[in-house]
Each structure stands twice: as C-alpha cells, then as structure tokens.
C-alpha cells in the first residue's frame, strides 16, 4: 500500500489531464492528437517509474530501524609487523613546452586565439611505508592494532619468526630502507586466546512490530537508565548495574571474553553476565523491558550478589526455544560465592550441545509500520514530481 498510492496519484493525475483540455484528443487535428497522446503517455511511464521509485526509497528509509547491533566474537589466529620500509615510485606531471595559435571560424565570425601546450613528464619519487602493525581473525579479515598490543600477544606466543621483508628502493640520492616482515601465531591454548568482538547489524522485527512477543514500551527514563550494550558499541560481556560490592576482576572479563571467543565463530554466541547488587529479581523485568528483549544472539545471565559475593538469585534470559540451558546455568550459580571460573566452565560445557542460536527469519511475517513522517515525505515528493513531469513533457515535446 505504501507504494501503491504514489502510483495511483500518477494514474488518476494522468487521467484526468487526459480527459482535460491541457492535450486534447478529441476536435483537433491528427499531428496535434499524436502530439497529445505522445505527451500523455511519456508523462504517464516517468511518473509511475519516479513516484514508485521515491515510495521505495522512502519505504527503505522507513524500515531501516528494524536492524539492531549486535556482539560476534572470534578468536585472534595471528599478528603481523611490517618493518618501514621505501619504494622508488613513478610520477607524471603536464609541463608548459610553449605556446600555439587556434584559429575558429570564417570571415567575419573568424576568431585567433593562443594557448598553452603541455607535454606529459614522468618523475621519481622516494615513497615511505610502514610501521605497520595487524592483527588476522578466524574469518581472515585484519584488523589494525597498535604496537604495544602486538608486543603483547607476541609475548603471549611467544613464536614470532621473520616470514619475509620489503625490498628497499629509492629515488636519486635518498636512501633505500628494507624493512622486515614479522608474524607471530596463537598457540591453540585456550589460555593464550586472543579475543576480539566486533558490532554487527541484524534484522530485529520482533522489537518494532505490534506482536505477542513484544514487551511494554519502555520509559525515555528507563531506556536511559538500561541502554543496551551493543547500540553503545560495547562488547564487554560483563554489565554491572548499581554500586558494585565487589569489583569484577579484568582476568574474570578476559576469561568471558576467551570463552565467547572460542564458542564465537561455530555457535554464534554472545554470552552476557549482568551484575546487580543486593538488588530484587523484578529489576530483570525493567532491564529486559529497557532493551526490548535480548538479541538474537545473547545469552544473558542475570545475577544478584551479595557484598561478601555470594549469589542472590540467577536468572538467564536468549531467544532459545529450548531453556533447558537456562536451567543448567540458574542452578549451577545458584546459592554459592560467585566465580566466573565455574560460569566459564558451564558456558564452555553445554554451550556445545545445548546453545541453538533463534533463526530470526521465523519472524518475517510480522509487520512493521512505516512512520507517519515518510509517508508524508512519499506524498509530498510524489506530488513535486508529477508536477514537475508536467512542466518537462510540456517543454521538450514538441511538434
């Protein structure tokens, strides 16, 4: 429907410049009928094509909200340096090389002007590259990094070798560098796992249709208060609310971090441990409501401490059909002092076997509104154009 309007608007504008005097058909002359219904039915195909074009683009527009971000995790499998290093490069450049006379016309229209002629000149020039430093994923996508965080992990690895070098060249009397090529491979350790996570858009039609699965609408006050992660460009996978007791360690995040990374690529899991203080079970409901349910991909863990860090009440939210991992996870945490090692272990245990990631296009039926602005925007566009069209057919065709 939202497409079809702009098109009707074409058809009924064309119908009745067609039966208005504007062309007439009817009481003229043949060359002046052809004219007419030559001008009729050019107006009639660019204005359906443009109205239709415009109802899509805004449609597209319009719906662009229903993808969200969410968090993909993988694992780091190397790193690379390039040394600096200079290559001799070519230049060309248009150099003056005199002058040369134009003559145009004839008799009294004739004209002589002067201008200036180039030629095409090649040059040298000494070209530096580098220092580089990157970083390769599962996915062989790089990734640029800096120099400290590849002394870091070259450390960890304690592997790297020279796999090659940049040839030095150079112009005229500069110097020619040569610079090396060093890598450096993960180990296989789980230990040693270099994480990196990444924002991803997915499409999210549950969140912005009028369907069973939506929540409540959430308050600007509770949005604000409960923003979700991933729109923020956060991948930690450790959220902590309230004013914290016990601080979570950066090796307990890092270890959450291995574990996502090594479940990241096959199971296309973000798990996400949120952390509340001596706080009720009913403040999941506001989290959830402020995020509008989980993403596809989350495996979020709710979970309440006390100041000494033993566990309130567990609770574990996905789009899962299947929460059998829910329970395994609740009661595995529940009533003891909290250790992300165990968390950890549970993840890395069951994830395997037990984590079905939801395929969101089982919601593809649902609908999504279009807001009230583009289709304004549609209709208004639409009317410029048909009156446009009319102004150009009436200008270009002609007898």
């Not at 909200?65 to 993909?72: F, I, K, L, T």
């Not at 860090?309 to 567990?314: I, L």
């Amino acid at each position: 429907m939202f497409i079809l309007i702009p098109v009707i608007i074409s058809l009924l504008t064309t119908l009745a410049i067609f039966l208005s005097p504007v062309w007439p058909v009817k009481n003229v002359s043949v060359s002046e009928r052809q004219l007419n219904l030559k001008k009729t039915g050019v107006f009639l195909a660019a204005t359906v094509v443009l109205t239709s074009l415009i109802s899509l683009l805004m449609w597209i527009f319009g719906t662009l909200n229903v993808w969200d971000c969410e968090v993909w995790n993988y694992r780091v499998v190397k790193i690379r340096h390039d040394e600096r290093w200079t290559e001799r490069e070519s230049r060309t450049r248009q150099v003056a090389c005199g002058t040369e006379t134009i003559t145009t016309g004839s008799g009294k229209n004739r004209r002589t002007s002067t201008r200036t002629k180039y030629r095409t000149e090649t040059y040298y020039v000494t070209e530096t590259y580098g220092p580089y430093w990157k970083s390769t994923d599962e996915y062989g996508d790089n990734h640029s990094i800096d120099e400290a965080t590849y002394n870091y992990w070259k450390t960890i690895w304690a592997n790297e070798r020279r796999t090659g070098e940049h040839h030095g060249s150079s112009a005229g009397f500069d110097r020619a560098i040569t610079g090396g090529v060093f890598g450096s491979n993960w180990t296989n350790d789980f230990a040693k796992i270099y994480p990196f996570s990444d924002i991803h858009r997915y499409k999210n039609k549950v969140r912005y249709s009028h369907s069973v699965f939506k929540l409540q609408e959430p308050t600007p006050e509770l949005m604000a208060k409960y923003p979700r992660p991933a729109d923020q460009g956060n991948t930690c996978p450790v959220i902590s609310y309230g004013n914290p007791k016990i601080k979570i360690s950066d090796d307990d995040v890092m270890l959450l971090r291995r574990v996502n990374a090594s479940l990241g690529v096959q199971k296309r899991i973000h798990a996400v441990l949120i952390v509340f203080w001596d706080e009720p079970r009913t403040i999941v409901n506001d989290v959830l409501v402020a995020w509008q349910n989980p993403n596809k991909n989350e495996l979020c863990t709710f979970i309440s401490l006390k100041a000494d860090g033993t566990v309130n009440w567990v609770e574990s939210h996905s789009w899962m059909d299947n929460t059998e991992l829910h329970g395994i996870i609740d009661t595995g945490l529940s009533g003891e002092h909290f250790q992300m090692e165990k968390y950890a272990k549970l993840l890395l245990e069951n994830c395997h076997r037990k984590w079905i990631k939801k395929d969101f296009r089982d919601f593809d039926y649902l609908r999504v509104d279009v807001a009230t602005g583009w289709k304004i925007a549609s209709l208004a566009l639409c009317i410029i154009v048909v009156i446009g069209a009319f102004i150009v057919v009436e200008k270009i065709i002609q007898e």
